[in-house]
């Protein structure tokens, strides 16, 4: 199996070019059943790196632009009625999907926000009394421009602690942007990626990674972690146990995909500033009028130093 994931990895650096931090953290985000956030200044890639990801797959894609025009059912679908058979009919929407790109996610309003909520949390829709399942595997990756942009709505907590991790790319190297323009501009360049894995392949690896061992001592340290996010006095809100799971689900996933049946310390270390900084909230100071990313950042890599690690 570990073939596959070098396989997949080498395929989306064809296109992006001296991330490669980045897109083993994306792979561990679908191989530990996640959703990824990716937010950047416009144009460094977190389209292409979506778009990369999807096409190394062999799944049904979909795209939806979110705008702040944007409804609930251009996402989910909408029943119409058919003449002929005398019956409302659902079509679906581009939910239904295995990966799905929802592309600068806060540019939309917090009422079609919401519209995504069951579907990552239980890959299913509920619409007009009735549950429609989503094809599995099911991905949702999201970009998004810094919220202190023109034009944006902030995700709420209850949408951001659905996301499994929330990654940066960041501007690449001198040698990887000369690369980059020197390829031709003709089309997009996932669009040239084959799929070199199956959605099967996917399913049978989310499995496997099931089956690493997280040692008491390495949970028990997870849930110290966790737990002083909320007695800390600079955070109003602290990681939910739904965070405490997404921790535990990357850490076995980056395990598995670096070739270990186990966890090590350093797998929880390295995942914790992309896992749970999203999923906290800064006391607001006065004349603050929002918290900063980089604060919360801060406030997690201090309690993660002052937490022993298992031997």
């Not at 799905?100 to 579907?119: F, G, H, Y």
């Not at 602290?238 to 090590?264: H, I, N």
């Not at 006391?283 to 031997?311: C, F, N, T």
Request: glycine share 4%.
């Amino acid at each position: 199996m570990a073939h596959k994931i070098r396989l997949l990895k080498t395929n989306i650096e064809r296109v992006v070019k001296g991330k490669s931090q980045v897109i083993e953290w994306a792979i561990v985000c679908l191989l530990a059943r996640g959703h990824l956030l990716i937010e950047d200044v416009p144009g460094v890639g977190k389209t292409t790196l979506a778009h990369a990801l999807a096409r190394s797959v062999d799944c049904s894609f979909k795209r939806i632009q979110f705008t702040s025009d944007l409804l609930p059912s251009d996402i989910l679908g909408v029943s119409v009625f058919n003449r002929q058979k005398q019956a409302f009919e659902f079509l679906q929407g581009p939910i239904f999907a295995n990966i799905v790109l929802a592309d600068e996610i806060n540019r939309t309003t917090p009422k079609t926000q919401s519209s995504l909520l069951e579907a990552m949390n239980e890959a299913q829709v509920s619409m007009d009394n009735e549950t429609r399942a989503l094809p599995l595997p099911f991905m949702v990756i999201a970009t998004q421009n810094p919220a202190e942009h023109h034009g944006t709505f902030p995700l709420p907590e209850s949408q951001l602690d659905r996301f499994l991790m929330k990654i940066r790319i960041g501007y690449p190297d001198l040698a990887a942007e000369k690369e980059v323009l020197d390829r031709p501009a003709m089309l997009h360049p996932a669009e040239e990626l084959e799929p070199v894995l199956t959605a099967q392949d996917v399913l049978e690896l989310q499995h496997d990674v099931e089956k690493v061992r997280l040692d008491d001592s390495l949970l028990e340290y997870l849930l110290a972690i966790v737990s002083l996010t909320r007695q800390s006095q600079f955070l109003s809100l602290g990681v939910s146990t739904r965070g405490a799971g997404a921790l535990s689900r990357a850490a076995k996933a980056l395990a598995f995909s670096r070739e270990r049946a186990y966890c090590v310390p350093d797998d929880i270390k390295e995942l914790v500033p992309i896992v749970l900084p999203h999923r906290v909230t800064l006391k607001m100071a006065p004349g603050l009028h929002g918290h900063r990313a980089e604060e919360a950042d801060q406030v997690i890599r201090d309690i993660v130093e002052s937490v022993s690690v298992p031997l």
